[in-house]
C-alpha cells in the first residue's frame, strides 16, 4: 500500500530550528517532495529530493534516506511568517503520481 | 508564478445538482491534476490528464468526472453534488512526471448543502 506519516502540529519558537519528519511506504519511488502551505493559500514547492542525502536551500533544508524510507526538512533561524502546513509528497514510480501526507502544521510563537 | 486560474474560487450548491469547476493554464504543461483537501485527509488525487482527451483516476475519482479538449483547460464536474463533497479543490499542472514538481492554483471552496 500507499502510505506517508507526518507529525499532525508542531509548535516552536522565533530563532530557533525545528525539524519536520516524514516517513514513506510506496510501491516505488521517484523522488520526495515538500511544499509549504499558508492557511487558505494553494501549497507552494520548497524541495526536492530524489538521492540520498541534504539538500540545503537558504534557510530550509530538506534530507533523504531512500534505504529506511525518511526524509526530514529542517528550518532554521524561524520566523513568525514560517507559520504554515508542510505536505511531504512522494512520486510513486509505479502509478507516475504525487501522493501527499496529511500535512504537519508549524505553529511559530514569539 | 505559473499561470494557473481556476473559477469560481467559491461556490455554494445545493445536493443534487450538477456542479462544474475550471482550471486554466498559460504554461501550456501537458499533465494537470484535480485534487481535494479536507482536514485530516490531506491532498488528494480525484483525476489527471497527460494530455488533451487523455484522463485517468486518482484515488478519490467517484462521483466526479473530468474532460480536457484543450491543453489550457482541465474541467472538474460533480454530476449530482453531495454534502461529502463539500473540500477545497485544487488544480495543479506540471510540465511532466516523476521529477517535475507540479504548481498549484488558488483552490475553490465548495459548500454542498
Known amino acids: 500500500g500507499q502510505n506517508i506519516d507526518q507529525p499532525t502540529e508542531m509548535t516552536a519558537t522565533e530563532g530557533a530550528i525545528v525539524q519536520i519528519n516524514c516517513t514513506y511506504q510506496?510501491?516505488?519511488?521517484?523522488?520526495l517532495f515538500w511544499y509549504q502551505q499558508h492557511a487558505g493559500e494553494a501549497p507552494t514547492f520548497l524541495s526536492y529530493?530524489?538521492?540520498?542525502g541534504l539538500e540545503e536551500k537558504g534557510r530550509f533544508s530538506s534530507f533523504l534516506s531512500r534505504s529506511k524510507g525518511y526524509s526530514y526538512l529542517l528550518l532554521k533561524e524561524l520566523q513568525m511568517k514560517d507559520s504554515a502546513s508542510y505536505l511531504c509528497?512522494?512520486?510513486?514510480?509505479?502509478?507516475?503520481?504525487?501522493?501527499f501526507g496529511q500535512g504537519t502544521t508549524l505553529q511559530v510563537k514569539p | 508564478d505559473a499561470g494557473i486560474t481556476q473559477s469560481p474560487r467559491h461556490k455554494v450548491t445545493e445536493t443534487g445538482t450538477p456542479v462544474t469547476l475550471r482550471c486554466h493554464q498559460t504554461?501550456?504543461?501537458?499533465?494537470m491534476y484535480w485534487y481535494r483537501q479536507d482536514p485530516g485527509h490531506g491532498l488528494r488525487l480525484i483525476h489527471y490528464?497527460?494530455?488533451?482527451?487523455?484522463?485517468d483516476k486518482g484515488e478519490v475519482s467517484d462521483g466526479y468526472s473530468v474532460s480536457r479538449s484543450k491543453t489550457e483547460d482541465f474541467l472538474l464536474t460533480l454530476e449530482s453534488a453531495t454534502s461529502s463533497q463539500t473540500s477545497v479543490y485544487f488544480c495543479?499542472?506540471?510540465?511532466?512526471?516523476?521529477?517535475?514538481?507540479?504548481?498549484f492554483g488558488p483552490g475553490t471552496r465548495l459548500t454542498v448543502l
Open positions: 495543479a499542472i506540471s510540465p511532466g512526471q516523476n521529477s517535475d514538481e507540479q504548481f
Open positions: 510506496t510501491s516505488g519511488f521517484n523522488g
Open positions: 529530493n530524489v538521492l540520498d
Open positions: 509528497a512522494v512520486y510513486s514510480g509505479n502509478t507516475g503520481k504525487l501522493i
Open positions: 504554461e501550456n504543461h501537458r499533465y
Open positions: 490528464s497527460y494530455g488533451v482527451k487523455d484522463t
